[in-house]
């Protein structure tokens, strides 16, 4: 029953957290001169690695992904196909979160961690946290996976986990679009709330601590 009190401690955090922006890039950018920086980083034997990194890590979300279009339209090649071939390891992966959309990203991931023998579970709870303030991101999360692996997430999650934490897994990424705004909270359901979780927990009734959880705003959990 860890995973539900980890996505406890995570709502509570989100809830607390301030968007303070983390990427302060040049007063003027050029999307053109960045996409030929990168061409000539791995262009040719060899790859320029702190090229890469000096460009796409002092580059915003949105710059980022329209440097990924301008190199398309520029060289008619995907810029991550490119930095595939041309990185490794975890250097890659990091690239990878930079240049692909973040549900793209995530899909990919949450594959990944299904892939093969045995399951990353600490991916698969990562992956949907990082969703979780965001519904719009599931959704699209949810279609890039459709689109790119043929299947449904939910099924696909049932079919490689089992037991409570398959029934956590399926109730996040099926989670509804909650009002988040404080004044959507109604102080008495909380109240209930909190003296039924008080009963789940003696009971130790996992399922009803997880249709809780799950099926409450992010805003009703921090009260």
């Given at each position: ?98 240049v692909l959309t973040e549900p793209r990203f995530l899909a ?94 003696a009971q130790y009734s996992i399922t009803n601590i997880i ?13």
């Amino acid at each position: 029953m860890i995973f539900v009190f980890v996505f406890l401690l995570y709502t509570a955090g989100y809830c607390y957290s301030v968007a303070i922006p983390t990427i302060r890039e040049p007063s003027y950018v050029s999307l053109v001169g960045d996409c030929r920086e990168l061409r000539y980083a791995m262009y040719g034997w060899g790859t320029d690695e702190q090229a890469i990194i000096d460009i796409l890590t002092r580059r915003t979300y949105s710059t980022r992904l329209d440097i990924v279009d301008t190199y398309r339209r520029l060289y008619n090649e995907d810029l991550w196909s490119e930095i595939y071939w041309e990185t490794s390891g975890y250097f890659r992966i990091a690239l990878k979160a930079l240049v692909l959309t973040e549900p793209r990203f995530l899909a990919g991931e949450m594959y990944n961690a299904m892939a093969g023998a045995g399951t990353d579970e600490d991916t698969l709870i990562l992956c949907l946290m990082l969703t979780i303030g965001n519904h719009d991101t599931l959704q699209e999360m949810k279609r890039e996976y459709r689109n790119m692996y043929w299947i449904d997430l939910d099924e696909r999650i049932k079919g490689d986990v089992s037991g409570y934490f398959e029934t956590f897994l399926v109730e996040l990424v099926n989670r509804p679009e909650f009002d988040e705004s404080v004044e959507a909270v109604d102080e008495r359901s909380v109240e209930r709330d909190v003296s039924s979780m008080k009963n789940f927990i003696a009971q130790y009734s996992i399922t009803n601590i997880i249709d809780l959880v799950t099926g409450r705003s992010l805003a009703h959990l921090n009260k």
